[in-house]
């Protein structure tokens, strides 16, 4: 019955795919995400300087919607098998209400230098870190960071100092960084698009385009979730621009016959199909780590898909709905994660850039060298982590930036940004 | 064409497979959904207690104060309903709910058939229960349990109802078929309480639904509900690849390929799109019904568009999603009440997963058979079309089947004459035989 399913589900989504238009190049085009007409006049290139802010009437609305929040009791013995617990989400707000301190936290965002400036229409904010010193002779490489969903550029604040002044964390300065963390327009302090159509590729766009602005013409970029997907894009749209690629979740989604095959017998003939044997551990038994945990944690990603601002509406208007549908992915992600993503047709197209890939133990779907070589044609470095999850630089920042730096230091030493991959 | 082929082989093997399963009857145990232990000793209250719905100011305040502190995030442009439910169109609902909606008068109107609530299985069961005002001398009444079903209620049945107790008064035949309604309230939506246990199903509901019946003296009757639901088999997708091409050769009518074809477009790509909600309510139900929970704007959208797209497909490319084109938004706002004043989302929303977490093909309906008597009626906008030979793999037993000329998934709602009219030829057939 199982391998019925998985026949039929394999060939219904074969079908689906593979009906879909095929993009032959790698258009870069230009987008315009504004209000409106596109006005004809030359778009604003200043950049300003940013603060997060609050206010008190925004922390007694807060308040006020957190004393009213109406729960509904958990099932017996359900721990998280049905969604947030909803008996440890009230922990939650309680804490939030009484000891979660906003304003301090306001300030710790505002620690580092941020900045807005308005890109195809829309005002992008990012995160603008340079290294506190600099060693005689050396220059400072500059890093794209991405974040995705639900995280945000808050995620790297712990991996920024390791990035812009390792040695004073134990770390080797043979390379020291300064840090881009923008956020993707839609997602925090960027301004949201209002024309329909903004995907990942508008998003590497808009951050090339950004990178471009703030004087750099080669960089590195590194990415996970979303963050993944348009650092991806950058290095197919500007390959010339992108000295290398570091990706702690590299997911391939085209799947052809020799994936069907590898799934099916690969536990048994490993060595057949590139796997080693870190792989086999962490991906068999496939339809328990793979297709069954892809269906039971990707609902929010199928109604996401589909009909985001129903699902978002009530989300913006009750903060413990929003806390619950969020968190509960901080919950299951550290342990199991999921990427199903489409990008219509670019999938097929291979990245040349210089690579480097952490794979995380715990993220739901493991991807071996095996498949993700078809795709990164130019993989530097493959690092089967010890721990962690989906959240990298957030959980795990000094393995994270550990591998960063010898990706960075492989790539520089070998000048392998000169040579891009078959 | 590898695919046909492809699948050809496929479900020929898997046809073979499942041929060797035998039906059986489906067992019909026992259950229970109260808080913590059953006590063994005491017996279960059986009393009937009557009911009726009540509001109060506190209520009706904390809503409207919940809706002028709506927080809405713009639609893109030209996004219709496309995205979901656009916000434009929801700030004209909720002024709507906030200034005319009168939630007193809809609780009046609510209270005008006779509600109760009877305990089974240690869980309060909600229903109400319509006898006709009049029957001629020797005329017998038919019984029937009307089943709602997600995101709707009771209420979807209100117009229905009359249709079906005094039929001859709104000229549906001369009044040979007559019927005595009960609605109950499915566990965990609305009025009823929600079960405290894990796995609480369509058998349990089942169960305590013909145990209502029996309580309430009914040893035959009939059953009215939507949706068919039933796995997609092997055998089907054969059908499919071939009934474009030769329908009579798989039992496809001529209607039948009207409504079903292009396949991928009008099945899988629908489907995939539209089922986004199922998704999420069969894994995370306690997560996607926290924040419908707390806010009644949230909630409002997520029940609202499915009434929209779920009545008429089109309805995605209009900025209104359609809603008002053949509902009131009294009557809208109506159900959505219920969910709300019963905080009934999240346990609503949990009935997706203790029915869909488990392998479809072990799932009591595709396992074991119907034989009693049924009808169907094929509304045309139904988010997919089930032809008849489909049908008939569950329900052995088709008397009659019929093509509907209007109405989407909300029938009894929708188009309630219709339905009524479907229900007394069905019943007539049943009767005579």
């Not at chain 1, 190049?25 to 940013?50: C, H, M, N, V, Y």
């Not at chain 2, 009215?224 to 009579?248: C, E, F, H, K, R």
């Not at chain 2, 997963?353 to 049924?374: C, I």
Request: net charge neutral.
């Amino acid at each position: 019955m199982l391998l019925e399913i998985l026949l039929i589900l394999g060939t219904i989504i074969f079908y689906f795919l593979r009906s879909r238009k095929k993009e032959e190049t790698l258009s870069f085009k230009e987008g315009w995400w504004g209000r409106g007409q596109k006005p004809d006049t030359e778009e604003d290139a200043t950049i300003w300087p940013f603060k997060v802010e609050t206010t008190e009437k925004d922390l007694s609305d807060l308040y006020r919607r957190l004393d009213e929040a109406r729960f509904t009791e958990p099932l017996e013995d359900s721990c998280f098998h049905y969604g947030t617990n909803s008996v440890y989400l009230r922990k939650v707000v309680s804490y939030w209400k009484n000891q979660f301190n906003w304003k301090k936290q306001v300030e710790i965002l505002n620690k580092y230098p941020q900045f807005k400036t308005k890109i195809q229409g829309i005002d992008i904010h990012f995160v603008h870190v340079k290294p506190p010193c600099l060693p005689e002779g050396q220059s400072a490489k500059p890093l794209l960071m991405v974040h995705g969903w639900p995280g945000s550029f808050y995620e790297f604040y712990k991996i920024i100092p390791l990035l812009t002044d390792p040695a004073s964390h134990g770390l080797s300065d043979e390379h020291i960084f300064e840090v881009i963390c923008p956020s993707i327009p839609g997602y925090g302090f960027s301004e949201a698009p209002h024309k329909k159509g903004f995907n990942s590729v508008s998003a590497a766009s808009v951050f090339y385009e950004l990178m471009l602005r703030l004087g750099f013409s080669e960089f590195y970029a590194q990415g996970g979730d979303w963050g993944w997907l348009i650092c991806t894009n950058l290095a197919q749209i500007a390959p010339n621009h992108l000295r290398g690629l570091h990706l702690n979740l590299a997911s391939v989604t085209n799947m052809g016959f020799t994936h069907l095959l590898s799934i099916l017998l690969g536990r048994y003939l490993p060595g057949l199909f590139g796997f080693q044997e870190e792989d086999v551990r962490r991906m068999f038994p496939f339809l328990k780590k793979g297709l069954y945990r892809i269906l039971s944690e990707s609902g929010y990603a199928h109604i996401q898909a589909t009909k985001p601002d129903t699902v978002g509406c009530g989300l913006n208007d009750s903060p413990v709905g929003l806390a619950a549908y969020i968190l509960e992915k901080f919950s299951t992600w550290t342990d199991l994660e999921f990427r199903n993503l489409e990008d219509g047709g670019l999938e097929r197209l291979p990245v040349q850039v210089p690579t480097g890939i952490a794979s995380f133990p715990n993220e739901v779907m493991h991807t071996p060298q095996a498949w993700a070589q078809k795709k990164y044609t130019n993989i530097v470095s493959f690092h089967l982590m010890p721990k962690g999850g989906h959240f990298a630089a957030l959980e795990e920042p000094e393995l994270l930036a550990e591998d960063i730096l010898q990706f960075v230091g492989k790539v520089e030493k070998e000048q392998l940004w000169r040579k891009k991959g078959e | 064409m590898w695919l046909n082929t492809a699948l050809g082989v496929g479900g020929m093997v898997v046809c073979w497979l499942m041929s060797r399963r035998k039906a059986k009857r489906l067992e019909v145990g026992d259950g229970w959904w109260g808080s913590g232990e059953r006590s063994l000793r005491e017996k279960e209250d059986e009393s009937i207690r009557p009911f009726k719905i009540e509001t109060s100011d506190k209520e009706i305040e904390d809503l409207h104060h919940r809706l002028d502190r709506a927080r809405y995030a713009p639609p893109l442009e030209g996004a219709a309903f496309h995205y979901g439910f656009n916000s434009d169109y929801l700030q004209k609902v909720v002024a709507y709910w906030r200034n005319q909606f009168d939630w007193r008068k809809q609780v009046e109107i609510l209270n005008k058939y006779p509600h109760f609530h009877t305990t089974i299985e240690g869980i309060d069961i909600h229903f109400i229960h319509v006898k006709p005002p009049y029957v001629p001398h020797g005329r017998a009444v038919q019984p029937i349990l009307m089943v709602h079903g997600w995101p709707g209620s009771f209420y979807e049945f209100y117009k229905i109802i009359p249709l079906l107790t005094e039929p001859a008064r709104y000229g549906l035949g001369d009044g040979d078929v007559v019927f005595e309604v009960i609605c109950p309230s499915i566990p965990g939506y609305g009025f009823s309480e929600a079960p405290h246990q894990k796995g609480f199903d369509t058998r349990a509901t089942a169960r305590i639904f013909h145990k209502l019946m029996k309580r309430l003296g009914f040893k035959e009757y009939y059953i009215q509900g939507g949706d068919w639901g039933s796995g997609i088999t092997t055998n089907m997708l054969i059908q499919v690849m071939l009934g474009a091409y030769v329908p009579w050769l798989v039992g496809f009518t001529r209607e039948d390929v009207r409504r079903m074809y292009p396949f991928m477009q009008k099945n899988v790509y629908d489907i995939l799109r539209e089922t986004g909600y199922l998704h999420i309510q069969a894994t995370k139900p306690d997560t996607a019904g926290c924040g419908l929970n707390d806010s009644p704007v949230g909630l409002a959208a997520y029940i609202l568009e499915k009434f929209s797209t779920w009545t008429d497909k089109s309805f995605l490319h209009r900025d209104d999603g359609g809603l008002e084109r053949k509902y009131s938004l009294d009557d809208l706002l109506t159900n959505v009440m219920i969910y709300w004043v019963t905080s009934s989302i999240a346990s609503s929303m949990r009935y997706y997963k203790e029915n869909l977490s488990r392998d479809p093909a072990l799932s009591d309906n595709t396992r074991f058979g119907v034989y009693v008597p049924a009808g169907i009626a094929a509304f045309p906008e139904e988010i997919t079309h089930v032809p008849c030979c489909w049908a008939k793999m569950i329900f052995k037993n088709i008397v009659s089947y019929s093509y509907m000329p209007r109405g989407g998934h909300f029938a009894a709602f929708e188009e309630p004459k219709l339905l009524a009219q479907d229900i007394i030829h069905f019943v007539r057939r049943v009767e005579q035989l």
